[in-house]
């Protein structure tokens, strides 16, 4: 059937409309097209079915801490009622159990219904000398549930608490139910169970599993109110297992003549009017064994079910009772989590047919556009955003990082998988659709998401499927937003095949890997699901390595630590926005964030000795810890603080250079950023620092708005917040506005008399980091002599000559005190004349102070280098006018006479440093001396706009700079700013 076809892709519309025609076609007659119609409206309802049902588990664990509050020191009376039926192998230990209770006020209540088999004596014997009250009748044989009423009424006590004759108590049963529900005010509940063999008296199933009863217990408890619960499953697992008010019992009409399904049926009555308290232990022990009456016909028991099921919801959907339960299915506004459920649970075939067909109408009515599937969904791909994966292993902190990334910025669909107290009662903030996608994969490779002992073909029809339905997605989930966070621990298990989903619909993948001791993941599993410790550790072990193969061939991971979020959050998703380069915000849902995380959400806690020391672990323990370490020396958030750090501390640079044996320098960059052209060029510089400069990469970084009215916007400011940039809006230009590059020169004396550092590295804002900067630690400058003549003179007779002997003596310095140095192109001698772009200066000398009063002194003098010259010159943004092209290169001879009126120790740095790509691709052939050594600053002028970002690429790769930059930048590129892509390679600023 293609309707079930498309439902199996997850194409739900599609499969909507192709399975109603079948159901109008078949006149809404066969189960199986009602099933399968159910199944896809599950799908469909489960957004706001969703957000209900996580508004219901909030108001219910405030119904649970109200009845704990409200807690009295009662101690009632409580009948045990133990109906007995051909059960003489057992009856005497579940009369023991009842003995053995710790808490005293009970009463026994025993029928023998009818027994052939010589339990009536076996009941005499056991009663034999007991010390609690106790009755005991026999009769012709009757039925369980008329059994189990007629001892209801035969109790005195205030409860009833029911146990069958081939089950048994825990010792503290009574004492704790009566704690948890009588004391509370509660009428009725249930444990958790354990399930037992016939022949053991252990907590071991039929099967040699660990208490594989409880486990679905747990697996269905928790996501919901238990009475929504129990549509999907009879949690209560017996009759034996309530613990309940008498007068409750006897109000509702106590059980019903159902052969197999009494106390299921029961319950869902039961909790139409009030909802249960579980008590989270394992208190009952119920008996598997050749005479279970379940076992006796297990098809008449299922159609008993669907029959009681089928009444049920049509009651439900009808309303509830008066003074019914408010979390309740039947509840006002619960309808369509109510549908929801029964439909998830396969229950579309026993819902109304009306009810169906008019919700199947309501959808069909309103769908949207059948969302792109396949090619249509990559060729429609979102190019240029990013995506953020949550990569991490079931228990180690991925749901509290995915939410932290959430609020701060990083989008989620709607349709998110419900909380589960006990597990994740704060949410998991995984999409539903990527749970379904993962699971549907795992299953189709016979693994599951305990199971990843499975692999995974690089092609075929397994993979294109997943590809093509991933794509679908991505466009009908994530739309159109830049920056969406896609979270599964599923996805663990296949990273590499996520990452070329999101490749061709043209996201840049980003990870993040939350780390967590492998022993406290273990615990966590165990607790979660009884998985043993060694099960959980394997499973950690099959995992991580996954993740970390994938991890180490990815330029943007990155590891933090799951304590270091729950401790310092803020500064964690700083430097996590820093090297991913995302636009995160930690400021303005601050408070929400604070809110949700809470250490207690840390259950576990474990250390290395007490993996090594854990029985049963074996070999697994060493490799765990290896990989563990390899995981921790990766982890951002160890680095310490994120923001300004006191680079006045040698001592800091270097515990963050990890180099204590190397140069102990400390440098600040400082750089310009206003809101044209240039605020997109700073933040790649700013990012590329971060990124690529080594022992340098967390060094301060100062970035100027010097010029009125050309400040930064808050979402700018925040971006520069996340890479720790302190942002300085200062009017420091005020006299030569029109000459942009006079906001450096008075931007740098500014950073001067402000920083504490030993360095400081002066830089153009159309400049990127692609290594880590060496600083001058035997001189006091390192500068680059200019790549062109320019304004520079050769000496006497050149035309500039005046203008430099003029500049000189306003520093009270002779033009002779500058050295001969030749241009990077043409190779032409000329008076020291260095690149204003970049400058790395001591910052004790006040080198930049001085630069910033000779360039004002010959401003004032009015010494410009192409006075009425007429010429607009051209720079990274484009043309700057004639009023700034008469100023043109004063600022870089300014700061030539500025650094040898200073001192004579001054390096030129080598051609790698400053490399000027823009005068590298106006050259037919590169000249092998740009190829000599790997690019380590790049001045790139409009070469990253998007008419020259491509060829920019090129020359890169050509000139031996690595694939990890390379990809980094074209990740981020190309810029739009207001007139880069109008700059042109033949209107070069001299």
Known sequence: MLGVVQLERLRYREALGLLWDAAEATRWAVPAVRHNLGLVLAKLLAREANLRQAELLGRLDALERARGARKSDVSPLVTVVLPA???????????????????????????????????????RAALQGIAIPARFITRENRGAATTLNEGAMLARGAYVSFLNSDDWY?????????????????????????SVTSEAGGARDAAGGECAIQRKQRAHLGT???????????VAISSGNLFVEREFFVSIG????????????????????????????????YRVHGQNTISESPARALDEANRLLADFLAGALAGRPEGGNDLAPQAAGNRDLLLRVAFRTGLGALVPIDALRAVAAEWRAKA????????????????????????????????????????????????????????????????????????????????????????????????AEFESDACALLASEYGDEPTILIKGPRIGAFPALWHRVLLRCGYRPVYVVPVRHPLEVAQSLHVRDDMSVAEALALWLAYSQRIAEHAQSQPDVVHLRYTGLLDDWRSVICRTAERLDLALDPITRADEVDQFLDRSLRRQVADDEALRTWPGVGADAEQALSLHRENLARCIDIEGPAGLPDAGSTATNRARSGAANETPASATFVLCIESNGMRDQALLLCRSIRRFAGRHRDAPILAYA?????????????????????YVDELLNTRYPEYGPANRVFAAAHAEARASTEFLVVLDSDTVWLGEPELPIDADAAVRPVDMKGIATRGPGDPFEPYWTGLAAACGMSIDRLPFVYTTIGNERIRASYNGG???????????????????????????????????????????????????????AALALAIWNATDRVRHLPDHYNLPLHLVAAESEIDPRWRACQPVHVHYHWMLAQRHRDLALELLAELGVPEEQRAWLAARTPLHGDSLNDARPDAVAA
């Open 85 to 123: 039926y051909n059960h003489a192998r057992f009856v005497r230990a579940a009369i023991a159990s009842v003995v053995a209770q710790t808490y005293p006020h009970i009463e026994l209540v025993v029928i023998d219904d009818g027994s052939v088999d010589g339990t009536a004596a076996a009941v």
């Open 170 to 194: 825990a010792p503290d049963r009574i004492a704790c139910m009566v704690d948890q529900i009588a004391r509370s005010g509660a009428r009725w509940g249930f444990s958790l169970v354990s």
């Open 224 to 234: 919901q109110p238990p009475s929504f619960t129990l549509i999907e499953h009879n």
């Open 254 to 285: 106590g059980f019903r003549e159902y052969r197999y399904n009494h106390d299921w049926e029961f319950c869902l009555r039961a909790g139409a009017l009030e909802e249960p308290v579980v008590v989270q232990r394992p208190l009952y022990f």
């Open 368 to 463: 949207p556009p059948v969302a792109p599937s396949g090619d249509a969904a990559a060729s429609a791909g979102a190019t240029g955003r990013t995506a953020v994966v949550v990569l991490g292993m079931h228990r180690s902190g991925t749901s509290a990082l995915s939410r932290v990334l959430n609020l701060c910025g990083a989008f989620l669909p709607a349709s998110l998988r419900p909380p589960k107290l006990g597990a994740n009662p704060t949410g998991f903030w995984e999409p539903e659709s990527v749970l379904d996608l993962d699971e549907r994969l795992m299953h189709r490779l016979g693994g599951d998401w305990d199971r990843i002992d499975f692999t995974l073909p690089d092609d075929g029809e397994i993979v």
């Open 706 to 726: 010097p010029r009125p009215g050309l400040g930064v916007d808050r979402s700018t400011r925040a971006a520069l917040d996340a890479l720790g940039v302190v």
């Open 838 to 892: 970049f400058a790395i200066v001591r910052r004790s000398l006040g080198i930049l102070t001085r630069c910033a009063e000779v360039f004002v002194e010959g401003a004032r003098a009015g010494m410009k280098p192409y006075r009425g010259s007429g010429r607009d010159l051209v720079g990274s943004i484009g043309n700057v006018g004639e009023a700034a092209s008469e100023y043109w290169g004063s600022d870089q």
